[in-house]
């Protein structure tokens, strides 16, 4: 992502317009004080290269002014450039933006050589994500809280944010509800924070409906509020957990009043009450039971307290439907926060669009399952489908083909990369290599296969055990640049060959980077933990079965052509198989409690 203190290089622009039955006769470029023509190309579109380039920094005005024949004078036309959105793209990658029918591509990457791909006139093969981001860029909340309920730990443990930041966004105790609350360390989330409702006081309660129903009425998705959490601390017995400020709200969103933004109740804190549980329970339960069944014990009498002291009241206020999650930021509850991310989702899919339930996905980080099912969505969405018999591949280059579904897959995991290194040449070799790969060795039977993430965690922990230090480098076993990979110059023809290595690449990369979100734990990517990730990940048995079976499927198909829906099938179900789930986070993270250490104590090391 640029960085927002810094301005953007901007080293081309090209404005294809090519699907308008108009032609576009003139067009200049407008940055701040800034005015250049743009040439034409041959055929419907123009461009030009700037050197030195543009400036573009947050305070200037971005457009883009066209001239085009009307019925009987030319007209002109402004499209203007949102600097939020454009500065949601990284230095060294392109920025691109639709206006009804006409495609601009913003170059920041001074790479001249890609002009004709980026205008379409070669590739044309846009990431579905780039049209998802495009309605929404960012997954936008409201959370509502009392100072001391945890809103803060909450945000950096799901979003990945960094506490103390969202700590210095308010005045120590205050909340600014119209502030928006981005990072650097996540751009695709933006929050607005709320202090919550006090007893008799009115004033923040019109404030929160305000801004829900003026957000409410945006035309834009990327406008809108896509979700509320509303937060309280888990009360101890005997006290009040709805308050008469806290009443009304909910009031307000029984009797439609706030529309359809999703409100999930979270309950903080649950660690302190299993610790108030363990401390009062009397000893006979403690000295009669096993370590299993006392915990049992503390868990359900826990659970029994929150249904009296807040779900209980809670439903008979606002009825049985109302969403809830309890949850923990402490260690060793990580499922609490899978589950809340798990409800949010849900009720987003339900009642916005669906570009704003894979946002949801997208911006957080904590679930690599709920990844992995926006990645399916987006994928069956169109580039999945070109594997068989749909002609979108065709005519293209094979790298071409790969480095779509390449982007989309990394766009969806929204690792911390500020180096690029996911889109790097030597990773995609790392990648094409691994798919190259035709012949697997004996594995087990995949169907009596442990699931993927508790045998993933003992692979990874035993090679970082293994490793000596500064001093030991991770080898990986394809390495990057040794061999080229030839067929991938090749023009896109379907085969059982060419079906096997891009159904290969997608579960090999999707997988390898379920392992580095285990690795990485929402911090800045270095090339020692990819490395770590991609040894981990050909070292375990799960790449042979994978592709052993992507083998026997793909040698089971007789005819290519009419494989479509059998084939997005079968990519689902396999990563269903191998992805991890909610129940699983709190035991992974346990195994892994010093991995992240270790890996990010050491220097980072070349390809």
Not at 194 to 221: A, H, Y
Not at 468 to 486: D, L, M, S, T, Y
Not at 487 to 507: D, G, N, P, T
């Amino acid at each position: 992502m640029a960085n927002a203190l810094h301005p953007l290089h901007i080293h081309g622009i090209t404005v294809d317009f090519s699907k308008l039955k108009t032609n576009v006769e003139s067009a200049e470029v407008r940055i701040g004080k800034f005015n250049s023509p743009i040439k034409r190309e041959e055929g419907k579109s123009l461009c030009e290269t700037f050197s030195p380039p543009i400036m573009f920094s947050r305070g200037n005005i971005f457009s883009l002014r066209m001239q085009y024949k009307g019925r009987f004078v030319m007209k002109t036309k402004d499209i203007t450039f949102d600097p939020n959105d454009t500065f949601l793209v990284s230095s060294g990658q392109e920025y691109i933006k639709w206006y009804k029918k006409i495609r601009v591509v913003v170059d920041l990457s001074g790479d001249t050589s890609t002009k004709a791909v980026s205008s379409g006139q070669s590739s044309g093969l846009l990431p579905t994500t780039a049209d998802i981001f495009e309605s929404c860029p960012r997954f936008r909340i409201l959370v509502i809280g009392k100072t001391g309920v945890g809103k803060s730990s909450l945000i950096d443990h799901v979003f990945g944010v960094g506490e103390q930041q969202i700590i210095e966004h308010n005045k120590p105790g205050e909340a600014i509800i119209n502030k928006e609350f981005t990072s650097p360390e996540n751009d695709r989330f933006v929050l607005h924070d709320s202090k919550g409702f006090e007893p008799g006081e009115v004033e923040n309660l019109t404030i929160v409906q305000k801004i829900i129903e003026r957000r409410r009425n945006m035309p834009d998705l990327k406008d809108q509020l896509h979700a509320v959490w509303l937060c309280f601390q888990i009360p101890r017995a005997g006290r009040c957990l709805l308050e008469t400020g806290t009443e009304e709200f909910l009031e307000l969103k029984r009797n439609g009043t706030l529309g359809n933004v999703p409100i999930i109740v979270v309950l903080t804190k649950y660690d302190m009450l299993i610790e108030h549980v363990e401390r009062n329970l009397d000893e006979a339960s403690l000295d009669e039971s096993s370590d299993e069944a006392f915990e049992e014990l503390v868990k359900s009498t826990a659970k029994a307290e929150v249904q009296d002291t807040c779900i209980g009241p809670l439903e008979e206020f606002s009825g049985s439907d109302i969403p809830h999650a309890t949850i923990s930021t402490a260690k060793g509850y990580e499922e609490t926060l899978t589950h809340l991310i798990e409800i949010t989702e849900s009720c987003v899919n339900q009642h916005l669009a669906p570009e704003a339930a894979v946002m949801t996905s997208v911006a957080q980080r904590v679930h690599p399952g709920l990844k992995i099912d926006a990645l399916i969505k987006i994928g069956k969405q169109r580039y999945w489908k070109a594997l068989t018999s749909c002609p979108m591949f065709k005519k293209h280059q094979m790298q071409d083909c790969l480095r779509v579904l390449h982007n989309d897959i990394i766009e969806v995991w929204n690792f911390r990369d500020s180096h690029h290194y996911l889109r790097s040449q030597e990773f995609r070799d790392l990648m094409m290599k691994m798919a190259d790969k035709t012949q697997a060795g004996s594995t087990a039977n995949p169907n009596t296969t442990l699931k993927f993430g508790l045998s993933m965690v003992g692979t990874i922990a035993g090679i970082v055990s293994a490793l000596a230090g500064p001093a030991a480098p991770i080898v990986v076993p394809i390495a990057a640049g040794a061999v080229v990979v030839v067929w991938v110059r090749e023009v896109y023809k379907m085969s059982h060959v060419v079906l096997q290595r891009f159904m290969a690449y997608i579960m090999h990369l999707t997988l390898v980077l379920q392992t580095l979100f285990i690795v990485s734990e929402s911090q800045e990517l270095t090339r020692r933990a990819i490395k770590l990730a991609v040894k981990s990940y050909v070292a375990s048995s799960i790449s042979e079965e994978v592709l052993t079976r992507i083998q026997d499927y793909v040698g089971g198909l007789a005819v290519l052509e009419h494989a479509d829906k059998d084939t997005l099938d079968k990519i689902e179900e396999m990563m269903q198989f191998y992805k991890i789930d909610g129940a699983q986070i709190t035991e992974l993270a346990a195994q892994m409690s010093n991995l992240q250490t270790n890996i990010y104590l050491l220097p980072d090391e070349p390809w």
